[in-house]
């Protein structure tokens, strides 16, 4: 905390130093016939760069920097990780946006109106950043990678060339290199993706490509009807996947999954036969290592060789559970990770560099990521550059304009090493295991499942359905109950965590606890409030 305040502080003294300077700069030339001559004339085309023409000078832009800065750290950093604040400052949808004032208008706003405004959209904002925030995959902050992102959005390249992206080129190549290594390949290649969804994507457009090069130039019309294959657990992501790239979510096989929620490889196989002798051609199978809700894996030794057994691109969606890679105690639940043909990896979950940071990686070493999306865009790739082409790495990916997603990580990294990042894994852990033990000590509160990895999934029952579990009404009575602890947290803004059904079983709550901040003090919590809020229900 004193850290993330300090460079805040000292940031806020350079922006107020630059904009004293500006401000004498500005008054000497509105007081010097010579100099406000030449800025009349730079005003009137020959360079109006020193002056927004629309009347926002660099000097007032930067006292409102300086102003706004002050704000963002009151209200989204200091309070965003204070037990003491609410997580989420509840309204309406309509009272909200009246609150907000989000209309546009012809006229703009004074300075204090704006800062007002950034106030105001903190003030609402729900913060992830907090203590009690058990919600998503995400949660917490670390204060060196929001440096990184803070950084990131000032200098505002585009991570497609070496002549705009220098440093950030060279750095996603050495952070791809290091999680390439991790996963155990010595060699490959990869890129930052907008997300793990757009990583899976990638993935499944590669394994096409890979096996039928021709569709790149002719389309769907040269390709045999396609097959692939994921858990009933396993992400959306998979079906969106297939529905964008033509293949059809009717062509998106669900192999069933254990009582741990991992991949039957039995099914799998079985599935793979089905549709081979449904006329489909099996192309992928997507491997699940850290499912969204329940947290399992996927046996990923057995579906590699099934995969070699058929000739299938195989792909690990690591998204959440991959930086168990970190630790020597729980490396074990990717065991065969190494096997795959591409892997999907998101540190803005588990490593809490913020979103967002998603790696697509890839085995291959024959720039299949190149020949598969390279447009050979004349104005950017120009081949009689004076440095090293390869270093134009935007034409790996579908996208033109591509966000700089490695500096959080890399200064995350560089700040508390891998050991550091090994350790939080190891807590997150721990403090999951505390969770699930002390729930069981508690009347009330019943595991759906034995914890794999950091998602505990826990029924709460309310007093009146206790010891009623085979009356007619019970499951209905007991799906209502998570909806209405929700509402009820949410309204009072003291904790979220999330809720779902999952095959067949009724709403449940999904406890995730990942951030780095976060205490047994706040694992107690977490039970005492969902009892409170639920105890007359």
């Known amino acids: 905390m004193l850290e993330i305040q300090g460079?805040?502080?000292?940031?806020?003294?350079?922006?107020?130093?630059?904009?004293?300077?500006?401000?004498?700069?500005?008054?000497?030339?509105?007081?010097?016939?010579?100099?406000?001559?030449?800025?009349?004339?730079?005003?009137n085309g020959v360079n109006a760069h020193c002056e927004d023409v629309l009347g926002f000078s660099h000097a007032e832009g930067q006292h409102f920097?300086?102003?706004a800065f002050k704000i963002i750290f009151e209200e989204a950093v200091r309070k965003g990780i204070d037990e003491n604040e609410k997580v989420c400052v509840w309204q309406d949808p309509a009272q909200l946006q009246k609150l907000l004032d989000l209309d546009l208008r012809d006229c703009g706003e004074t300075h204090d109106q704006l800062l007002s405004r950034v106030r105001d959209v903190a003030k609402y904002s729900?913060?992830?950043?907090?203590?009690?925030?058990f919600n998503q995959l995400y949660s917490g902050v670390d204060y060196h990678a929001l440096v990184g992102r803070l950084l990131t959005e000032t200098l505002n390249t585009s991570q497609y060339t070496y002549e705009v992206a220098p440093v950030f080129v060279l750095m996603e190549r050495v952070v791809l290199t290091k999680l390439r290594s991790m996963v155990g390949w010595s060699s490959?290649?990869?890129?930052?993706?907008?997300?793990?969804?757009?990583?899976?994507?990638?993935?499944?457009?590669?394994?096409?490509?890979h096996t039928f090069p021709q569709v790149k130039q002719q389309g769907l019309w040269s390709l045999p009807r396609l097959a692939v294959f994921t858990s009933q657990e396993s992400h959306y992501s998979v079906m969106k996947g297939a529905a964008f790239l033509g293949i059809g979510t009717d062509h998106v096989y669900s192999v069933k999954t254990n009582q741990q929620g991992s991949m039957d490889a039995d099914d799998l196989e079985g599935k793979i036969m089905l549709a081979r002798s449904e006329g489909?051609?099996?192309?992928?199978?997507?491997?699940?290592?850290?499912?969204?809700?329940?947290?399992?894996?996927?046996?990923?030794?057995?579906?590699?060789?099934?995969?070699?057994?058929?000739?299938l691109w195989m792909h690990v969606d690591a998204a959440w559970g991959g930086s168990v890679l970190f630790?020597?105690?729980?490396?074990?639940?990717?065991?065969?990770?190494?096997?795959?043909?591409?892997?999907?990896?998101?540190?803005?979950?588990?490593?809490?560099?913020?979103?967002?940071?998603?790696a697509f990686l890839v085995r291959d070493t024959t720039n299949l990521l190149q020949r598969c999306h390279?447009?050979?865009?004349?104005?950017?790739f120009q081949q009689d550059k004076f440095y090293d082409m390869s270093l134009d790495t935007g034409d790996k990916t579908v996208q033109c304009g591509r966000k700089v997603d490695c500096l959080k990580l890399w200064l995350m990294w560089k700040a508390i090493g891998t050991k550091g990042l090994a350790e939080r894994i190891d807590r997150a852990f721990a403090m999951a295991r505390y969770f699930a033990?002390?729930?069981?000590?508690?009347?009330?509160?019943?595991?759906?499942?034995?914890?794999?990895?950091?998602?505990?999934?826990?029924?709460?029952?309310?007093?009146?359905?206790?010891?009623?579990?085979?009356?007619?009404?019970?499951?209905?009575?007991?799906?209502?109950?998570?909806?209405?602890?929700?509402?009820?947290?949410?309204?009072?803004?003291?904790?979220?965590?999330?809720?779902?059904?999952?095959?067949?079983?009724?709403?449940?709550?999904?406890?995730?606890?990942?951030?780095?901040?976060?205490?047994?003090?706040?694992?107690?919590?977490?039970?005492?409030?969902?009892?409170?809020?639920?105890?007359?229900?």
Not at 11 to 19: D, P
Not at 32 to 38: D, G, I, W
Not at 328 to 343: F, M, T, W, Y
Request: with cysteine.
């Open 126 to 133: 729900v913060k992830t950043n907090h203590p009690r925030f």
């Open 280 to 311: 489909a051609v099996p192309l992928y199978v997507n491997a699940t290592a850290g499912t969204t809700v329940r947290g399992a894996f996927d046996p990923l030794d057995r579906i590699a060789d099934i995969c070699e057994k058929h000739g």
């Open 437 to 537: 033990e002390e729930m069981e000590k508690r009347e009330g509160f019943q595991l759906l499942y034995e914890p794999q990895f950091v998602n505990t999934c826990f029924w709460y029952i309310p007093p009146s359905l206790r010891g009623k579990e085979n009356t007619t009404d019970y499951k209905d009575r007991l799906s209502k109950v998570a909806p209405a602890i929700k509402e009820r947290m949410m309204k009072q803004g003291t904790i979220m965590v999330g809720y779902q059904p999952l095959n067949g079983e009724i709403n449940f709550f999904r406890m995730v606890a990942v951030s780095p901040h976060i205490s047994l003090r706040d694992m107690d919590f977490c039970l005492d409030e969902i009892e409170r809020l639920g105890k007359d229900l």
């Open 65 to 67: 920097l300086n102003e």
């Open 327 to 358: 630790s020597e105690k729980h490396r074990h639940l990717v065991k065969g990770i190494d096997r795959a043909n591409s892997v999907t990896w998101n540190p803005h979950k588990m490593l809490t560099t913020g979103l967002q940071c998603s």
């Open 188 to 209: 490959g290649d990869g890129l930052f993706c907008p997300g793990g969804s757009m990583s899976n994507m990638f993935a499944m457009n590669l394994s096409r490509y």
């Open 7 to 43: 460079f805040f502080i000292t940031l806020s003294i350079y922006i107020t130093i630059t904009a004293v300077h500006r401000s004498y700069f500005r008054w000497t030339t509105s007081n010097s016939p010579t100099l406000h001559t030449l800025t009349a004339q730079k005003m």
């Open 374 to 380: 390279s447009a050979n865009a004349t104005y950017l």
